[in-house]
């Protein structure tokens, strides 16, 4: 509470970021963990919520005659754009949101600052206990069907050791013995030695993980070779194996002279090399900074549009990524190779290719429980760097690249290429995507004391799992079985809308096809249930089940919305000529990013979906997306009006 | 121009995709599917046919179309203007969408002689669909039957029958909706005034405010400013009792200025006071279907990297067409909606563009054209009875060798629009992009007459009316229907407004990249969600 200089600021405007000559008056809060924009209008209440873990930076601009712009960009992709009246006070927000949005870390009280420890929902002790168990890796990996004879459980990294950011529980082929498993780690970057990350039971190929050898131009390391030879003897189908560096050519010759590199061809036994050129987390970074840049244009032309896409080079490096993951899922289920895939030092492109295979591989993990597991096993516990990729807290702004966005966008690409065949919807990616950003949950923190003091996403997740299932999804559909195999023709790559203009709730369709098939899915199943009840009983029952199930034409969930109450609203249509007819009067505004907060609130506790909540979504306030509308007044948009 | 189009069998059953349940497939044992072909033609100055074209989808079970249609050229060749022929025989490869696509081309530049005609008239009452269930009368509706029918109009618009013979204007159908007090003679000194003979009429009358969209050609203003006081007295009477109308012209004020020096022009202020002009540029003609082309390439090459195609991809520039062309008709809808006043449209034909935008409107305003019928009849009014030249529009779509000035493809561009709109609003409206597919291959490739033909006038000479078979019947049909709703309509009293970020606005790869297996997924889902709907519709019902 400390950094809080001033607590409450009144006549501030909020700008809408997509038609900046619409704003809403109103009065700023500063919170601990939030701030609040809380619009003033008698009636509808409607509040704008921002986590401050979630902000990204914050900026200043000079002030002008209007008041002084504080421009607030968040990790999640929303854009605030205040104007503060009196730049003292504008000075004031600044510093406070800056110091505020950058939780310190401090040796004595590590890591206390962050939301995660402050989140407190309505669930006792034991229950927040439970919570961490409710995924558990050995499950997932016993339902691979290990371990076997060929892989086993090696208690090597039990004590971090060995590896300091590998799990515990690792699986080695079943000839690797400690001293091999030691020698091969000595001879990897930071001691990541080739371990087990997919197992397919049917043909017994896997894909194995681990960071580059310290080859240099020369060395060698004899455990390392037996190390492969033994992953590649406990595939008994195949001869060889690939071993798969994903970045290009020049950056693993270039890691040659830091002695480090790549697998000499020569000094191993079968094996097969292959780069695939997935460019470092700093082109990536540089990227989608480009991308959002294109986003954010106001009032871009398809043409600046489409051209700012392009040359920030985003959906180029998705494909790679998609690309990859093809290559290795290709090689274990059609050729039954096994793979070992490897980068710099293994926890970023390797992961992401290694998640995006098992993806491709395996339909357990288009479920909604199997992405989260999924999540947890290559990503939390092979020691993705959360805090610094996401910028948790202040640190290298080097360090910081949208790796696990990049995963989350080849999923969704994915599901547009094959709707039917996941079962979560896109809703559910984008709520991991803010949560891995917004600290409010312990999974992506990378501290041993979270478990005893924070809450579980998992869990949240699955309690909610409603709002996240696709409602097209049929575990026997033909698109759902066995391997994937999308297309990677460029034009299949789309620019996702729906996460990174996210907040820009006119760009999106007013009407959602999912919801209305969620609801019509929903009714059908009540619908046979009831059909099954009433086979059951006597038959002069009949006429009294039969009133039950009559419905009207529209299903129940999508009476409650009035569908078209946003619809009804012009968009820029660079009108700017009627400049003498003033339109209707203007009524409570309804078409903004924002959700009216007010029956969210009280529930924020159990609910707990925090940052969906305060920012306000439609697409991710998962409870009645369409009720919001309801409040959303028609005749509100004067911007079509201004003057050219 | 003759063209032929020879495809494998797999490409034909693709093309008519839509229609292919099992009943069709039997009404189509007498040689329907070799039916699947279309040509048309338009009346020259010497004699009625100036150009015949068809596509033609050789299957096996064509022969029999394929000996008349060496019957045809034979004749062809055999009258004496074939000396000036040209006859070209190209066997090419098209690669479209990674499907081989063989395709012979025969393309002559010649003008028909009657006889050549009279030979491809038989040809073509062999082409007629089989199917003889449809109704007597062609088409859905009619000039005079529309007007019969908005009762709120009948105080102060009238029906004219000015046009019976076309000679008036020879685009227009026979009967129009003008002003009440316009009298003939005055229309007939307007049309004068108007590029064309397209003087004002009316196209949309929008009941919540009694606001009209009217749409006509260019005034011929000319450089020395001319006046014509029946042109000015008429629109003034179309808004009669308000203080203003907008006048919304779809090219820039500078092409408006070039188009006076060359006898076009536009309404000044002065004489027209109580009317506003806007202007929006809106591409046409030849840019549009360069467009097209380079877009179509950029489709077809599945190995390019991600950079090329998104630069090929905006170099087209096909989606900065679809946003003009929704954003203009955004402000269209705006100004009669929430403005509430009357407008006028053209470009300079007032045949491409004004029918694009006043049909966009349309859609976006009024619940009724929303339906499947309603579009349907939509389009029939607005495209085919106002005289959009299919025929020269249509006739060869991206692949064509020849670069033919009236190529077009506002009709494909229209398409893409509403399936914009579809996508933003997938409840709001009652037809399915099945349907649009069909709507865009029987434009260029068809068995029914209704796209035949630059106009009315044209249709009625070849008796299309009496030998042909009406689409927009055809797909009126109740098994054609179950395939073209959409399953999920919830009808709303509300505009549908669009938006036009280019966020928003999509490829329209069901269409574009039609032949790809993803497109297979995307119908996958659209069964899927169609068997939802009946298995929850049988289960509330029962």
Same mark, same amino acid.
């Given at each position: 509470?400390?950094?809080?200089?001033?607590?409450?600021?009144?006549?501030?405007?909020?700008?809408?970021?997509?038609?900046?000559?619409?704003?809403?008056?109103?009065?700023?809060?500063?919170?601990?963990?939030?701030?609040?924009?809380?619009?003033?209008?008698?009636?509808?209440?409607?509040?704008?919520?921002?986590?401050?873990?979630?902000?990204?930076?914050?900026?200043? &601009?000079?002030?002008?005659?209007?008041?002084?712009?504080?421009?607030?960009?968040?990790?999640?992709?929303?854009?605030?754009?205040?104007?503060?009246?009196?730049?003292?006070?504008?000075?004031?927000?600044?510093?406070?949101?800056?110091?505020?949005?950058?939780?310190?870390?401090?040796?004595?009280?590590?890591?206390?600052?962050?939301?995660?420890?402050?989140?407190?929902?309505?669930?006792? @002790?034991?229950?927040?206990?439970?919570?961490?168990?409710?995924?558990?890796?050995?499950?997932?990996?016993?339902?691979?069907?290990?371990?076997?004879?060929?892989?086993?459980?090696?208690?090597?990294?039990?004590?971090?050791?060995?590896?300091?950011?590998?799990?515990?529980?690792?699986?080695?082929?079943?000839?690797?013995?400690?001293?091999?498993?030691?020698?091969?780690?000595?001879?990897?970057?930071?001691?990541?030695?080739?371990?087990?990350?997919y197992?397919?039971?049917?043909?017994?190929?896997?894909?194995?993980?681990?960071?580059?050898?310290?080859?240099g131009?020369?060395?060698?390391?004899?455990?390392?070779?037996?190390?492969?030879?033994?992953?590649?003897?406990?595939?008994?189908?195949?001869?060889?194996?690939?071993?798969?560096?994903?970045?290009?050519?020049?950056?693993?010759?270039?890691?040659?002279?830091?002695?480090?590199?790549?697998?000499?061809?020569?000094?191993?036994?079968?094996?097969?090399?292959?780069?695939?050129?997935?460019?470092n987390?700093?082109?990536?970074?540089? !990227?989608?900074?480009?991308?959002?840049?294109?986003?954010?244009?106001?009032?871009?032309?398809?043409s600046?549009?489409?051209?700012?896409l392009?040359?920030?080079?985003?959906?180029?490096?998705?494909?790679?990524?998609?690309?990859a993951?093809?290559?290795?899922?290709?090689?274990?289920?059609?050729?039954g190779?096994?793979?070992?895939?490897?980068?710099?030092?293994?926890?970023?492109?390797?992961?992401?290719?290694?998640?995006v295979?098992?993806?491709?591989?395996?339909?357990?993990?288009?479920?909604?429980?199997?992405?989260?597991?999924?999540?947890?096993?290559?990503?939390v516990?092979?020691?993705?760097?959360?805090?610094?990729?996401c910028?948790?807290?202040?640190g290298?702004?080097?360090?910081?690249?949208?790796?696990?966005?990049?995963?989350?966008?080849?999923?969704?690409?994915?599901m547009?290429?094959?709707?039917?065949?996941?079962?979560?919807?896109?809703?559910?990616?984008?709520?991991?995507?803010?949560h891995?950003?917004?600290?409010?949950?312990?999974?992506?923190?990378? +501290?041993?004391?979270?478990?005893?003091?924070?809450?579980?996403?998992?869990s949240?997740?699955?309690?909610?799992?409603?709002?996240?299932?696709?409602?097209?999804?049929?575990?026997?559909?033909?698109?759902?079985?066995?391997?994937?195999?999308?297309?990677?023709?460029?034009?299949?790559?789309?620019?996702?809308?729906g996460?990174?203009?996210?907040?820009?709730?006119?760009?999106?369709?007013?009407?959602?096809?999912?919801?209305?098939?969620?609801?019509?899915?929903?009714?059908?199943?009540?619908?046979?249930?009831?059909?099954?009840?009433?086979?059951?009983?006597?038959?002069? @029952?009949?006429?009294?089940?039969?009133?039950?199930?009559?419905?009207?034409?529209?299903?129940?969930?999508?009476?409650?919305?009035?569908?078209?109450?946003?619809?009804?609203?012009?968009? #820029?249509?660079?009108?700017?000529?009627?400049?003498s007819?003033?339109?209707?009067?203007?009524?409570?505004?309804?078409?903004?990013?924002? +959700?009216?907060?007010?029956?969210? &609130?009280?529930?924020?506790?159990?609910?707990?979906?925090?940052?969906?909540?305060?920012?306000g979504?439609?697409?991710?306030?998962?409870?009645?997306?369409?009720?919001?509308?309801?409040?959303r007044?028609?005749?509100?948009?004067?911007?079509?009006?201004?003057?050219? | 121009?003759?063209?032929?189009?020879?495809?494998?069998?797999?490409?034909?059953?693709?093309?008519?995709?839509?229609?292919?349940?099992?009943?069709?497939?039997?009404?189509?044992?007498?040689?329907? *599917?070799?039916?699947?072909?279309?040509?048309?033609?338009?009346?020259?100055?010497?004699?009625?046919?100036?150009?015949?074209?068809?596509?033609f989808?050789?299957?096996?079970?064509?022969?029999?179309?394929?000996?008349?249609?060496?019957?045809?050229?034979?004749?062809?060749?055999?009258?004496?203007?074939?000396?000036?022929?040209?006859?070209?025989?190209?066997?090419?490869?098209?690669?479209?969408?990674?499907?081989?696509?063989?395709?012979?081309?025969?393309?002559?530049?010649?003008?028909?002689?009657?006889?050549?005609?009279?030979?491809?008239?038989?040809l073509?009452?062999?082409?007629?669909?089989?199917?003889?269930?449809?109704?007597?009368?062609?088409?859905?509706?009619?000039?005079?039957?529309?007007?019969?029918?908005?009762?709120?109009?009948?105080d102060?618009?009238?029906?004219?029958?000015?046009? *019976?013979?076309?000679?008036?204007?020879?685009?227009?159908?026979?009967?129009?909706?003008?002003?009440?007090?316009?009298?003939?003679?005055?229309?007939?000194?307007?049309?004068?005034?108007?590029?064309?003979?397209?003087?004002?009429?009316?196209?949309?009358?929008?009941?919540?405010?009694?606001?009209?969209?009217?749409?006509?050609?260019?005034?011929?203003?000319?450089?020395?400013?001319?006046?014509?006081?029946?042109?000015?007295?008429?629109?003034?009477?179309?808004?009669?009792?308000?203080?203003?109308?907008?006048?919304?012209?779809?090219?820039?004020?500078?092409?408006?200025?070039?188009?006076?020096?060359?006898?076009?022009?536009?309404?000044?202020?002065?004489?027209?006071?109580?009317?506003?002009?806007?202007?929006?540029?809106?591409?046409?003609?030849?840019?549009?279907?360069?467009?097209?082309?380079?877009?179509?390439?950029?489709?077809?090459?599945?190995?390019?990297?991600?950079?090329?195609w998104?630069?090929?991809?905006?170099?087209?520039?096909?989606?900065?067409?679809?946003?003009?062309?929704?954003?203009?008709?955004?402000?269209?809808?705006?100004?009669?909606?929430? #403005?509430?006043?009357?407008?006028?449209?053209?470009?300079?034909?007032?045949?491409?563009?004004?029918?694009?935008?006043s049909?966009?409107?349309?859609?976006i305003?009024?619940?009724?054209?929303?339906?499947?019928?309603?579009?349907?009849? +939509?389009?029939?009014? @607005?495209?085919?009875?106002?005289?959009?030249?299919?025929?020269?529009?249509?006739?060869?779509?991206?692949?064509?060798?020849?670069?033919?000035?009236?190529?077009?493809?506002?009709?494909?561009?229209?398409?893409?629009?509403?399936?914009?709109?579809?996508?933003?609003?997938?409840?709001?409206?009652?037809?399915?992009?099945?349907?649009?597919?069909?709507?865009?291959?029987?434009?260029?490739?068809?068995?029914?007459?209704?796209?035949?033909?630059?106009?009315?006038?044209?249709?009625?000479?070849?008796?299309?009316? @009496?030998?042909?078979?009406?689409?927009?019947?055809?797909?009126?049909?109740?098994?054609?229907?179950?395939?073209?709703?959409?399953?999920?309509?919830?009808?709303?009293?509300?505009?549908?407004?669009? !938006?036009?970020?280019?966020?928003?606005?999509?490829?329209?790869?069901?269409?574009?990249?039609?032949?790809?297996?993803?497109?297979?997924?995307?119908?996958?889902?659209?069964?899927?969600?169609?068997?939802?709907?009946?298995?929850?519709?049988?289960?509330?019902?029962?």
């Amino acid at each position: 509470m400390e950094h809080i200089r001033l607590p409450k600021v009144e006549n501030v405007r909020l700008l809408d970021r997509v038609s900046p000559r619409r704003s809403r008056v109103g009065t700023l809060y500063l919170t601990a963990t939030h701030t609040i924009f809380v619009e003033n209008k008698t009636g509808v209440r409607n509040e704008t919520w921002v986590l401050h873990s979630l902000v990204c930076s914050v900026e200043k &601009q000079a002030a002008a005659a209007s008041g002084c712009s504080l421009l607030i960009h968040c990790k999640n992709f929303q854009v605030l754009h205040f104007v503060v009246p009196r730049e003292q006070e504008c000075h004031d927000v600044h510093l406070s949101l800056q110091r505020l949005s950058q939780p310190v870390l401090c040796l004595a009280e590590r890591h206390t600052e962050l939301y995660c420890f402050s989140y407190k929902p309505n669930v006792d @002790e034991k229950e927040r206990c439970q919570e961490w168990d409710f995924l558990d890796l050995k499950a997932d990996y016993s339902r691979m069907g290990l371990p076997n004879s060929l892989w086993k459980l090696s208690p090597v990294n039990q004590h971090y050791k060995v590896s300091d950011s590998y799990p515990a529980d690792l699986f080695v082929p079943a000839s690797a013995t400690p001293p091999v498993i030691v020698g091969s780690s000595k001879f990897r970057s930071r001691g990541r030695f080739p371990t087990l990350s997919y197992y397919s039971k049917e043909n017994h190929a896997a894909i194995c993980r681990s960071s580059q050898p310290l080859s240099g131009f020369s060395a060698r390391c004899l455990e390392d070779e037996q190390m492969l030879e033994a992953i590649l003897r406990s595939n008994p189908c195949s001869d060889f194996m690939y071993v798969v560096d994903t970045r290009p050519k020049l950056n693993a010759i270039a890691n040659r002279a830091a002695g480090k590199g790549y697998e000499n061809e020569d000094n191993y036994s079968n094996i097969k090399f292959q780069f695939i050129g997935i460019e470092n987390i700093h082109v990536m970074r540089n !990227s989608q900074q480009k991308m959002l840049g294109a986003c954010e244009l106001r009032s871009p032309s398809m043409s600046d549009f489409l051209e700012g896409l392009e040359s920030s080079g985003w959906l180029k490096h998705i494909k790679a990524v998609l690309d990859a993951g093809i290559f290795i899922a290709k090689a274990v289920a059609e050729e039954g190779v096994s793979v070992l895939v490897h980068c710099s030092d293994g926890w970023d492109r390797t992961a992401q290719v290694c998640s995006v295979a098992c993806v491709l591989l395996d339909p357990y993990y288009r479920t909604l429980r199997g992405l989260m597991v999924l999540i947890e096993k290559d990503w939390v516990s092979f020691g993705h760097k959360f805090s610094h990729r996401c910028n948790h807290l202040v640190g290298d702004p080097k360090e910081v690249s949208p790796i696990i966005d990049q995963f989350l966008e080849c999923v969704w690409q994915l599901m547009e290429q094959f709707p039917c065949a996941f079962e979560f919807n896109a809703r559910f990616l984008i709520t991991i995507h803010s949560h891995i950003y917004s600290c409010q949950y312990g999974n992506f923190i990378d +501290l041993k004391l979270l478990r005893e003091r924070t809450h579980s996403l998992w869990s949240y997740l699955w309690k909610n799992q409603a709002d996240y299932i696709n409602p097209l999804y049929r575990p026997d559909h033909s698109q759902t079985q066995g391997l994937l195999r999308p297309s990677t023709a460029p034009y299949c790559f789309k620019f996702w809308r729906g996460l990174y203009n996210r907040f820009d709730q006119g760009m999106h369709p007013r009407q959602s096809v999912e919801d209305y098939l969620r609801a019509i899915r929903e009714e059908t199943q009540q619908l046979e249930e009831q059909l099954k009840i009433a086979h059951l009983e006597q038959e002069q @029952e009949w006429s009294v089940t039969q009133k039950a199930v009559t419905f009207d034409k529209s299903p129940t969930a999508w009476a409650l919305g009035n569908d078209l109450g946003l619809a009804n609203t012009p968009q #820029d249509y660079t009108g700017g000529f009627i400049t003498s007819s003033p339109c209707q009067p203007k009524a409570p505004d309804g078409r903004r990013i924002l +959700l009216t907060q007010d029956s969210n &609130q009280t529930s924020e506790s159990n609910l707990s979906s925090g940052s969906d909540q305060e920012s306000g979504i439609a697409d991710v306030s998962c409870r009645s997306p369409l009720s919001t509308d309801s409040t959303r007044d028609p005749d509100s948009d004067e911007a079509a009006y201004s003057a050219a | 121009m003759w063209r032929m189009l020879c495809s494998d069998s797999r490409y034909n059953r693709r093309a008519e995709a839509p229609c292919a349940s099992p009943a069709t497939t039997c009404s189509s044992r007498t040689g329907r *599917r070799a039916a699947l072909g279309r040509f048309c033609c338009s009346s020259g100055t010497s004699m009625p046919l100036r150009k015949v074209w068809k596509t033609f989808w050789a299957t096996p079970a064509s022969s029999l179309m394929q000996a008349t249609v060496k019957k045809v050229w034979k004749t062809f060749w055999a009258t004496p203007a074939s000396s000036l022929m040209q006859a070209t025989v190209k066997k090419e490869y098209l690669n479209l969408q990674g499907r081989l696509l063989s395709s012979v081309k025969i393309c002559t530049c010649s003008s028909l002689t009657s006889q050549a005609w009279s030979s491809v008239s038989t040809l073509h009452a062999l082409s007629r669909p089989s199917d003889a269930n449809l109704p007597d009368q062609w088409g859905l509706s009619s000039p005079e039957k529309h007007y019969s029918q908005m009762k709120e109009l009948h105080d102060r618009w009238r029906l004219s029958t000015v046009n *019976r013979e076309y000679l008036v204007c020879p685009s227009y159908p026979p009967a129009v909706i003008v002003p009440k007090n316009i009298d003939d003679d005055m229309l007939e000194k307007v049309a004068k005034f108007r590029q064309g003979g397209r003087f004002p009429v009316l196209c949309y009358y929008h009941k919540k405010n009694g606001t009209v969209i009217m749409r006509s050609s260019q005034p011929l203003t000319g450089a020395n400013r001319k006046r014509c006081r029946e042109d000015e007295q008429l629109l003034q009477a179309a808004i009669e009792g308000s203080d203003k109308g907008y006048i919304i012209d779809t090219r820039s004020s500078q092409q408006a200025l070039q188009a006076s020096m060359t006898g076009g022009g536009f309404e000044s202020k002065s004489c027209y006071s109580s009317w506003k002009r806007l202007h929006r540029q809106m591409e046409r003609g030849k840019a549009l279907q360069e467009s097209l082309i380079k877009l179509v390439e950029a489709c077809g090459d599945e190995y390019h990297n991600m950079d090329r195609w998104l630069s090929k991809l905006e170099n087209s520039k096909w989606l900065s067409h679809v946003q003009t062309a929704l954003s203009t008709a955004g402000l269209l809808a705006e100004c009669v909606e929430r #403005d509430g006043h009357s407008v006028l449209v053209y470009g300079s034909e007032g045949k491409d563009s004004t029918l694009l935008i006043s049909t966009l409107a349309q859609l976006i305003m009024d619940p009724y054209c929303r339906t499947l019928e309603g579009f349907l009849a +939509l389009l029939e009014r @607005e495209w085919v009875q106002a005289g959009h030249p299919f025929q020269q529009r249509c006739a060869h779509s991206a692949y064509s060798h020849a670069r033919l000035q009236q190529e077009s493809p506002v009709f494909l561009l229209l398409l893409d629009c509403v399936w914009q709109l579809w996508r933003q609003f997938p409840l709001a409206l009652g037809f399915s992009e099945a349907l649009l597919l069909r709507l865009a291959t029987e434009a260029y490739a068809s068995n029914y007459g209704t796209f035949l033909c630059n106009s009315d006038q044209e249709r009625c000479v070849l008796g299309l009316k @009496e030998n042909t078979h009406c689409l927009f019947q055809a797909l009126l049909r109740p098994r054609e229907r179950d395939c073209y709703s959409n399953p999920l309509y919830e009808p709303t009293e509300l505009a549908i407004w669009p !938006s036009v970020h280019p966020q928003s606005l999509q490829l329209w790869r069901g269409f574009f990249l039609r032949r790809t297996p993803q497109a297979r997924h995307l119908e996958e889902v659209q069964e899927e969600i169609r068997n939802m709907v009946i298995k929850w519709g049988k289960l509330a019902l029962s």
